[in-house]
């Protein structure tokens, strides 16, 4: 018996022959009804499937919440964070709380959310958190029409874009559609169009990369219209794009020519995304190298690309670990945490943080040691 979301997919798949993978992963994630995000009961943490930096420690979000107070101290407007994908809100509550303790407060936290079942969970979780913050939150569920001042944090988010998937056979791309045959998916591949072909120009970004015959990979054509947005949204102030991911020699790897796309279920992961669909999460890395070709088309200039534990650390986050009030079973966990996220062989240095600022000019707090620019 095929579940809602599958007969939906089959449907969809039948009145158009095929679809771009980039749609299957669309539907499978957000559809609204049935989709991953959008229906789950349980995402994160230990009883779900995942669990991000923010969930894992709070030491994550009162570092980040040091740089919203360092463009506070220097620019003299009203500022306010944004936070795309909000999650559980364990961000959005770990940085107004230090935020409070240090007298900062931004004048509005705007959480960018798809899914009706999170932005309940956020709200939920914010009343039991921060009860006297709850009003300085506003929810929204499209860039438009927003504009402002300060902190923009996306942790997590854009991996969770669907993605296209592409081929390298005799030289020539072709892209991945799925189609449907009796009772199970197929894989098509298909020339890749025109368009395509100079997107992948753009993500290698100058790069010398050679793709053997069979490679495949990945390539998102929606962080054009995500970036461009964001130039809009954003008067003056940084960004901070949180997320695993590589430069573009690391991403086309030779040996990486599986791609990277990854499932996760019950913690763990696999590499089918036509299995539990619409019950498991499907993400794909990051390529911050073609992040950053899109920028050079924006008012939005890179100020950094550095990986996770060195953009933790210039926001301090070993000082606020020392400064913290703990016995010694709290101070042990508490560590325990800090390693997921900052040591070299788990978080720390998989996932990187790509520092972007608009019409600012003082120094950043997340960018003063160890930035990598020059490997985008
Ligand atoms: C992997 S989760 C990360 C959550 C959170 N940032 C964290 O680090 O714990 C991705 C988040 O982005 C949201 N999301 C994905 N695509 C979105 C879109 N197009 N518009 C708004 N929210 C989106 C999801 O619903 C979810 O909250």
Same mark, same amino acid.
């Given at each position: 018996?095929?579940?809602? *979301?599958? @007969?939906? /997919?089959?449907?969809?798949?039948?009145? #158009?022959?095929?679809?771009?993978?980039?749609?299957f992963m669309e539907i499978s994630l957000y559809h609204k009804d049935y989709g991953y995000y959008t229906s789950k009961k349980q995402i994160f943490g230990k009883n779900g499937d995942f669990i991000t930096s923010p969930i894992n420690s709070s030491l994550f979000g009162e570092s980040i919440s040091n740089e919203f107070i360092n463009l506070k101290l220097n620019i003299d407007k009203d500022l306010n964070i944004m936070e795309m994908g909000g999650g559980d809100a364990s961000l959005a509550i770990d940085l107004l709380k230090n935020l409070k303790i240090k007298k900062c407060l931004p004048s509005k936290y705007i959480i960018l959310e798809i899914s009706d079942?999170?932005?309940? /969970? #956020?709200?939920?979780? *914010?009343?039991?958190?921060?009860?006297?913050?709850?009003? /300085?939150f506003e929810w929204s569920n499209s860039l438009e029409d927003t504009s402002m001042d300060g902190l923009i944090i996306a942790n997590e988010f854009f991996d969770a874009l669907p993605t296209e998937r592409f081929k390298v056979i005799d030289n020539?791309?072709?892209?991945l559609f799925i189609g449907i045959d009796g009772d199970s998916y197929k894989h098509v591949w298909n020339s890749a169009p025109p368009n395509f072909i100079k997107e992948l120009e753009l993500a290698k970004n100058n790069h010398e990369i050679y793709f053997k015959n069979h490679y495949i990979s990945e390539i998102n054509l929606h962080y054009k219209k995500w970036l461009k947005s964001l130039d809009k949204v954003l008067n003056s102030g940084v960004i901070f794009l949180i997320d695993y991911g590589y430069n573009s020699k690391e991403?086309? @790897?030779?040996?990486?020519?599986?791609?990277?796309?990854?499932?996760?279920?019950?913690? #763990?992961?696999n590499f089918d995304p036509m299995m539990n669909i619409g019950e498991q999460d499907l993400s794909s890395f990051v390529n911050f190298s073609h992040l950053n070709n899109i920028c050079l088309s924006t008012k939005l200039d890179i100020a950094g690309y550095l990986i996770q534990s060195n953009f933790l650390i210039?926001?301090? *986050? /070993?000082? @606020?670990f020392q400064s913290k009030k703990m016995s010694e079973n709290e101070k042990l966990d508490e560590l325990n945490r800090l390693k997921n996220i900052l040591l070299p062989n788990t978080m720390g240095e998989i996932f990187?943080?790509?520092?972007?600022k608009k019409n600012i000019d003082i120094p950043l707090l997340s960018t003063k040691?160890?930035?990598?620019?020059?490997k985008l």
């Amino acid at each position: 018996m095929k579940s809602p *979301i599958e @007969l939906y /997919l089959a449907d969809r798949i039948n009145s #158009q022959n095929e679809i771009p993978f980039s749609e299957f992963m669309e539907i499978s994630l957000y559809h609204k009804d049935y989709g991953y995000y959008t229906s789950k009961k349980q995402i994160f943490g230990k009883n779900g499937d995942f669990i991000t930096s923010p969930i894992n420690s709070s030491l994550f979000g009162e570092s980040i919440s040091n740089e919203f107070i360092n463009l506070k101290l220097n620019i003299d407007k009203d500022l306010n964070i944004m936070e795309m994908g909000g999650g559980d809100a364990s961000l959005a509550i770990d940085l107004l709380k230090n935020l409070k303790i240090k007298k900062c407060l931004p004048s509005k936290y705007i959480i960018l959310e798809i899914s009706d079942s999170l932005i309940k /969970l #956020q709200k939920d979780n *914010i009343k039991k958190s921060i009860p006297d913050l709850y009003c /300085l939150f506003e929810w929204s569920n499209s860039l438009e029409d927003t504009s402002m001042d300060g902190l923009i944090i996306a942790n997590e988010f854009f991996d969770a874009l669907p993605t296209e998937r592409f081929k390298v056979i005799d030289n020539n791309i072709e892209c991945l559609f799925i189609g449907i045959d009796g009772d199970s998916y197929k894989h098509v591949w298909n020339s890749a169009p025109p368009n395509f072909i100079k997107e992948l120009e753009l993500a290698k970004n100058n790069h010398e990369i050679y793709f053997k015959n069979h490679y495949i990979s990945e390539i998102n054509l929606h962080y054009k219209k995500w970036l461009k947005s964001l130039d809009k949204v954003l008067n003056s102030g940084v960004i901070f794009l949180i997320d695993y991911g590589y430069n573009s020699k690391e991403y086309f @790897l030779e040996d990486r020519n599986e791609g990277t796309l990854v499932c996760v279920h019950n913690h #763990q992961p696999n590499f089918d995304p036509m299995m539990n669909i619409g019950e498991q999460d499907l993400s794909s890395f990051v390529n911050f190298s073609h992040l950053n070709n899109i920028c050079l088309s924006t008012k939005l200039d890179i100020a950094g690309y550095l990986i996770q534990s060195n953009f933790l650390i210039n926001l301090g *986050i /070993l000082d @606020l670990f020392q400064s913290k009030k703990m016995s010694e079973n709290e101070k042990l966990d508490e560590l325990n945490r800090l390693k997921n996220i900052l040591l070299p062989n788990t978080m720390g240095e998989i996932f990187k943080v790509l520092v972007m600022k608009k019409n600012i000019d003082i120094p950043l707090l997340s960018t003063k040691e160890f930035n990598h620019i020059h490997k985008l």
